[in-house]
T-cell receptor, first 114, second 110 residues
Framework: EAQVTQNPRYLITVTGKKLTVTCSQN?????MSWYRQDPGLGLRQIYY???????DKGDVPEGYKVSRKEKRNFPLILESPSPNQTSLYFC?????????????FGPGTRLTVL | DAKTTQPPSMDCAEGRAANLPCNHS???????VYWYRQIHSQGPQYIIH???NNETNEMASLIITEDRKSSTLILPHATLRDTAVYYC???????????FGKGTRLHILP
């Protein structure tokens, strides 16, 4: 089954404790992206990747890092999480950047930073 | 990206057609209209997109006006599972990111 998976689905952590949210897709998609969703602010893009070893900032990249060492994986790294990073996070992928709009989204990761 | 305007919420009776409008009066010639939906706290789901011709797939139909300043997403026989927030997005096909607005919260009434 074609899908985007994220782990963990739920995470409660404390300020400053480094964490990684994994994202994996099995569709051989070139384009991958991370979003966060907050009440009243909608979905905002954090980082995106057009292909392996190619990443770029989205609208709200501060406090986040990403890497794209393999085509299927696009982990989101919070080196020193803070409470304002409490949010619902979505990973997405699409066939290539020319069709970046037809994105497949993962199920989401709900992160709470205390 | 051109901005879009959608009603914040709509109701539709189960089994009837749900018609969701979207205004995009500043759309450029090379910008597409995309529709996504998000069922409560799940990841958004791509529905359909079009440039100027009307489009139909297994989920919905997209009607774009001749001047391309507005469009309507049609769910032909709405079910309770269609209750979701529907996002209308206008963007060039080559852009690397898309901007989700506030969308329309569609309630399907039994």
């Amino acid at each position: 089954e074609a899908q985007v998976t994220q782990n963990p689905r739920y995470l409660i952590t404390v300020t400053g404790k480094k964490l990684t949210v994994t994202c994996s897709q099995n569709m051989n998609h070139e384009y991958m992206s991370w979003y966060r969703q907050d009440p009243g602010l909608g979905l905002r893009q954090i980082y995106y990747s057009m292909n392996v070893e190619v990443t770029d900032k989205g609208d709200v990249p501060e406090g986040y890092k990403v890497s794209r060492k393999e085509k299927r994986n696009f982990p989101l790294i919070l080196e020193s999480p803070s409470p304002n990073q409490t949010s619902l996070y979505f990973c997405a992928s699409s066939l290539w950047s020319g069709r970046a709009r037809e994105q497949f989204f993962g199920p989401g990761t709900r992160l709470t930073v205390l | 990206d051109a901005k879009t305007t959608q009603p914040p919420s709509m109701d539709c009776a189960e089994g009837r057609a749900a018609n969701l409008p979207c205004n995009h009066s500043t759309i450029s010639g090379n910008e597409y209209v995309y529709w996504y939906r998000q069922i409560h706290s799940q990841g958004p789901q791509y529905i359909i997109h079009g440039l100027k011709n009307n489009e139909t797939n297994e989920m919905a139909s997209l009607i774009i006006t001749e001047d391309r300043k507005s469009s309507t997403l049609i769910l032909p026989h709405a079910t309770l599972r269609d209750t979701a927030v529907y996002y209308c997005i206008v963007a060039r096909n080559r852009d690397d990111k898309i901007i989700f607005g506030k969308g329309t919260r569609l309630h399907i009434l039994p």
